[in-house]
């Protein structure tokens, strides 16, 4: 384990299990419905802070870019390339190809309109985009974003979280029936319905740059709230979803008791923790690796989660922004160590 922050993390979530039907169920398909398990509770798409429905508005809007968890590396989307001019200033310059649903080209002056609905008071992105002073327009496909001081994970909030949408729509009708019958995007799908606390519905805009990359995606994709496990389970064997996200390693076998659907493991970013405050005992450094060597995660993880979780030595894992391999030190299970730790801050009979 690794104190950091004062918690102590003994293991990262990969227990994000996906079910779905046979690939050559889904490939012969153009309507895909999909379980989730998190709500969207409004049309306005900065009013929600859940981190997966970042995923779901960046298909519709964008994203601005991205960061590959393979390769550990930010990509270009609707930014294709940009530059550091100073510690306090980045500049972006906007792929062309890049659309609004009605056709017209997504442009610096959209990207401003949308970090300032960021930084609204009302906005649920606003601590997200704590850093940021302002964004200014350079001319028309180049926008130039300013921090209140030098930020080098500016790309970890700008990608897969900045989500860019009409000016020119707001300012036609304003914030609320733009969000609610004009939800014009950049991305490869567009809002077809959109039922706060039920559903979501995309369709896939063919003409889309990245549409076309990807041929095999669905026409049409339908994210559907289920929040309870049971509900998400017996949706899949029903056949009324094909995905359902977060089946727990307990009841996979259920699902894959049926010949027509597989579990799918996906590494997450959820994380588990032993949270250790800097009050007596844990003021001491020795007891807080103590705790460390006194768990046995291993055993956590073949037991009580059955194989699917993965070990940490840290807050992040692989192919997470700023990890690295390297991070020492790396404690393993080890009680005998444990007692002597105790026994040196003084607790020889255990705390």
Same mark, same amino acid.
């Given at each position: 384990?690794?104190?950091?922050?004062?918690?102590? *993390?003994?293991?990262?979530? =990969?227990?994000?299990?996906?079910?779905?039907?046979?690939?050559? &169920?889904?490939?012969?398909?153009?309507?895909?419905?999909?379980?989730?398990?998190?709500?969207?509770?409004?049309?306005?798409?900065?009013?929600?802070?859940?981190? &997966?429905?970042?995923?779901?508005?960046?298909?519709?809007?964008?994203?601005?870019?991205?960061?590959?968890?393979?390769?550990?590396?930010?990509?270009?989307?609707?930014?294709?390339?940009?530059?550091?001019?100073?510690?306090?200033?980045?500049?972006?310059?906007?792929?062309?190809?890049?659309?609004?649903?009605?056709?017209?080209?997504? =442009?610096?002056?959209?990207?401003?309109?949308?970090?300032?609905?960021?930084?609204?008071?009302?906005?649920?992105?606003? =601590?997200?985009?704590?850093?940021?002073?302002?964004?200014?327009?350079?001319?028309?496909?180049?926008?130039?974003?300013?921090?209140?001081?030098?930020?080098?994970?500016? &790309?970890?909030?700008?990608?897969?979280?900045?989500?860019v949408t009409s %000016?020119?729509?707001?300012?036609?009708?304003?914030?609320?029936?733009?969000?609610?019958?004009?939800?014009?995007?950049?991305?490869?799908?567009?809002?077809?319905?959109?039922?706060?606390?039920?559903?979501?519905?995309?369709?896939?805009?063919?003409?889309?740059?990245?549409?076309?990359?990807?041929?095999?995606?669905?026409?049409? *994709?339908?994210?559907?709230?289920?929040?309870?496990?049971?509900?998400?389970?017996?949706?899949?064997?029903?056949?009324?979803?094909?995905?359902?996200?977060?089946?727990?390693?307990?009841?996979?076998?259920?699902?894959?008791?049926?010949?027509?659907?597989?579990?799918?493991?996906?590494?997450?970013?959820e994380i588990m923790?032993?949270?250790?405050?800097?009050?007596?005992?844990?003021?001491? %450094?020795?007891?807080?690796?103590a705790v460390c060597?006194?768990?046995?995660?291993?055993?956590?993880?073949? =037991?009580? &989660?059955?194989?699917?979780?993965?070990?940490?030595?840290?807050?992040?894992?692989?192919?997470?922004?700023?990890?690295?391999?390297?991070?020492?030190?790396?404690?393993?299970?080890?009680?005998?160590?444990?007692?002597?730790?105790?026994?040196?801050?003084?607790?020889?009979?255990?705390?």
């Amino acid at each position: 384990m690794k104190w950091q922050n004062g918690k102590s *993390i003994f293991a990262v979530g =990969t227990i994000l299990v996906m079910a779905a039907t046979t690939p050559r &169920l889904v490939a012969a398909q153009t309507r895909v419905s999909i379980g989730v398990t998190e709500t969207m509770e409004t049309f306005n798409p900065y009013g929600d802070s859940v981190s &997966l429905l970042y995923g779901i508005w960046s298909e519709i809007t964008g994203p601005f870019c991205t960061y590959n968890y393979d390769t550990g590396e930010f990509e270009g989307r609707l930014a294709k390339k940009w530059e550091v001019k100073d510690p306090n200033t980045w500049v972006f310059h906007l792929d062309q190809a890049y659309k609004f649903n009605d056709g017209s080209p997504v =442009t610096a002056a959209d990207v401003v309109h949308s970090m300032n609905r960021v930084l609204d008071p009302e906005s649920k992105h606003k =601590t997200l985009a704590s850093p940021m002073l302002k964004a200014e327009a350079v001319d028309k496909y180049t926008v130039k974003l300013i921090t209140k001081k030098p930020t080098a994970p500016l &790309l970890d909030f700008v990608c897969d979280r900045l989500i860019v949408t009409s %000016k020119a729509i707001y300012d036609k009708y304003g914030r609320d029936e733009a969000d609610r019958k004009y939800m014009y995007g950049g991305g490869p799908y567009r809002l077809v319905e959109l039922i706060p606390g039920q559903r979501m519905v995309i369709a896939k805009r063919p003409d889309h740059p990245y549409a076309k990359k990807n041929p095999q995606a669905p026409d049409e *994709i339908v994210y559907r709230v289920m929040r309870e496990t049971e509900q998400r389970i017996t949706a899949l064997l029903n056949d009324e979803i094909q995905i359902g996200q977060f089946i727990p390693p307990h009841l996979r076998k259920r699902v894959e008791a049926s010949p027509n659907h597989r579990v799918v493991p996906a590494d997450s970013v959820e994380i588990m923790f032993l949270a250790m405050q800097p009050k007596p005992p844990f003021d001491k %450094k020795e007891v807080r690796q103590a705790v460390c060597y006194a768990i046995d995660r291993d055993k956590i993880i073949n =037991t009580l &989660l059955e194989g699917f979780a993965g070990r940490l030595d840290g807050p992040i894992g692989p192919g997470q922004y700023g990890y690295d391999p390297n991070l020492k030190p790396k404690y393993e299970y080890n009680p005998e160590k444990a007692r002597k730790l105790l026994a040196q801050a003084g607790y020889p009979s255990g705390v």
